[in-house]
C-alpha cells in the first residue's frame, strides 16, 4: 500500500509540475507578445466557454463531486499506508518499544536457517502472524515440521512481543515428493 501512495505522490506531484509548467509558458508568452495567440493551450476558448457555465449547472456539481470522491480515496489510501510495526512489550510507561516486520523475518529466518536439516527458507512476518516456508532435503516434511514450529514457537516466546503471533510452518522437502 505504500508504494501506491509514493507513486500517486509522485503523479500527482509531475501533474502539478507539468501544470505549473505550461502555466509559467503561457504567462511568459502573453508578456512577451500580448496580442498573440496562445502558445500551447486554448485558454480564450476555456475562458469563453467557462463564462457560460453557472455554478449551479450539473457539469459543475459533477465535477465536484467527482473531485470530493478523489479526495475521499486519496484520503482513504494514505490513511490505510501507515507502517504497520510489529510491538514489544513496554520496559516502562513512558517508553514504547517496536520493531519492523521485516527485522522480525530476519530473526526467525536465521534462527530456522540455523538447524541442521534445513537448506533454505524464507519467512514473512506480520504483527498477527509469522509464516515460515523452509525446504529441506535430507529431512520429510513430517519429521522436520514439528521441530520446526516448537523450535520457532520457543523463539517467539521468548521475545517480548506485546501479542503473539500465529504460527505457520510449511516444510518443501524432495524425500516427500517420492
Not at 79 to 97: K, Y
Request: charged share 20%; no cysteine.
Amino acid at each position: 500500500m505504500r508504494v501506491l501512495v509514493r507513486l500517486l505522490s509522485a503523479l500527482l506531484g509531475l501533474a502539478v509540475a507539468g501544470a505549473g509548467a505550461l502555466l509559467a509558458l503561457e504567462v511568459g508568452w502573453q508578456w512577451w507578445r500580448p496580442s498573440a495567440v496562445p502558445l500551447v493551450l486554448p485558454w480564450p476558448e476555456w475562458k469563453e466557454t467557462l463564462a457560460t457555465v453557472s455554478w449551479n449547472s450539473a457539469a459543475v456539481r459533477i465535477t465536484a463531486a467527482l473531485i470530493g470522491v478523489a479526495g475521499v480515496v486519496l484520503l482513504v489510501v494514505a490513511g490505510l499506508a501507515r507502517r504497520r510495526d510489529v510491538a514489544f512489550a513496554d520496559p516502562a510507561d513512558e517508553v514504547t518499544v517496536t520493531t519492523s516486520p521485516r527485522s522480525l523475518a530476519r530473526v526467525v529466518g536465521q534462527h530456522v536457517r540455523a538447524h541442521d536439516n534445513v537448506t533454505a527458507a524464507s519467512v514473512t512476518a506480520t504483527a498477527r502472524k509469522v509464516r515460515v516456508r523452509a525446504v529441506s532435503t535430507f529431512t520429510s516434511e513430517r519429521e522436520l515440521r514439528p521441530e520446526l514450529l516448537d523450535s520457532v514457537a520457543t523463539l517467539l516466546g521468548d521475545l517480548p512481543l506485546a501479542r503473539q503471533p500465529k504460527l505457520s510452518v510449511v516444510v518443501d522437502s524432495p524425500k516427500d515428493r517420492r
